[in-house]
C-alpha cells in the first residue's frame, strides 16, 4: 500500500442548519435539521483520501477544549490519523455556523476564528518527511510565511515529493504560493478576485505565474472544472446527483479526488473527470462517510469512455 497522504491546514467545527430557503432577516423558523460536524478544507481533504482508500492523515493545530474528544473520534471514524498535531491548551476551536438551504444546495458560511494558534515551521520541521506519498497545503493567509517555510523544507529535504496547494480566498497574500507548488486548485472566488471570468481563461492565466510542468486545477460550481499543464487546457462539465443533498466540501472532496488520481499515476485529464465525479456524487449525500463507495464505479466509467474513444480512432 502507498504511503500516507498529509494534508496540512484548519480543523474547526462546523454547526449545520438546514432549511427550506435561505432565512429572511428579522424573522423565526423552524429547520429540519441540525448537527455539529468537524469542518476545514485541510481536514475535509484529508477525509475524502481516507474514504478513497488511501492511508491517510492531517496535520494541524489542537486545543483541549471540551470539543477535542468530539474532534477526536470523528477522524478516527472516517479513518483519518491525527497523532503528529499538537495540542494547545486553553484554547478554543474555531466555528463555522453554515445554512444550507435544502431547495437549491446552497451553502452560506460565517466563521468564527477563535484563539487556537496556525500551525508552525517549527512543528512541521520535525516530522519525517519520508512517511509520506503527497504533501497538500491549505493556503491561509493568516499563516502565509510558516506555509511558505513549510514548502521549502519539503524541497531542500526530498526533491521528489509532490506538492499541492490550495488557494480559495480572495486574497492577494496567498499570490505567494502560486510558484511553489506542483498541483495548484484555485477557487472561482480566487480567479474573480484575480480578473478572470471563466475557467479556462483563470487556467491559462495562472499557468502564466507556475513553475513549468505545475497542474493548475479550476472548479467553477455547477459548470465542472478546468485544467491545465504546458500550455494544454482542457475542462470538463460538473456531475451532478439527481438531488442535490448537501454541497458542504464539494471543494474539498474535488481536491482530494484530483490529489487521489495523481498519487496513483492517473493523466490530469482523466483525473479532472474523476474529480468533478466523485465531487458530484458527494452533493448528493450527506457529508463524507461512505463516500468511497463511488470511487470504483467511477473508476469503471472513465476505463469504458477510454476504451471507446481508443476503438472509435
Known sequence: MKKPTLC??????????????????????R?????????????????VLAQLGMKSEFLGT??????LDFIREDFSKHCVTIEQCPIFPDCEFSTSIVIISTINGTRTILHHPKNLPELDIQHFSNLDLTN???IHFEGRSTNIDNIKQMIRTVRERLEYMKISVEIEKARPVLDELLPLADVVFVSKEYAYFSGFRTMKEAVEGFLDVTKPGTIVVCAWGSEGAAAGQNG??????????????????AGDTFNAAFIYSQVNLWDWEKGLEFACQIAG???GQKGFLGIGRFKHPVEALLKSQQQRRYYCS
Do not use: H
Open 132 to 134: 509520506y506519498s503527497w
Open 232 to 249: 494544454t487546457v482542457v475542462s470538463q462539465s460538473a456531475c451532478p446527483p439527481v438531488q442535490i443533498v448537501d454541497t458542504l466540501g
Open 281 to 283: 456524487n458527494k452533493i
Open 62 to 67: 489542537l486545543t483541549n477544549s471540551m470539543q
Open 8 to 29: 496540512v491546514g484548519l480543523v474547526c467545527v462546523d454547526v449545520v442548519a438546514e432549511t427550506e430557503g435561505f432565512p429572511v432577516e428579522d424573522t423565526d423558523q
Open 31 to 47: 429547520i429540519p435539521d441540525l448537527s455539529y460536524r468537524r469542518g476545514g478544507n485541510a481536514s475535509n481533504s484529508s477525509t
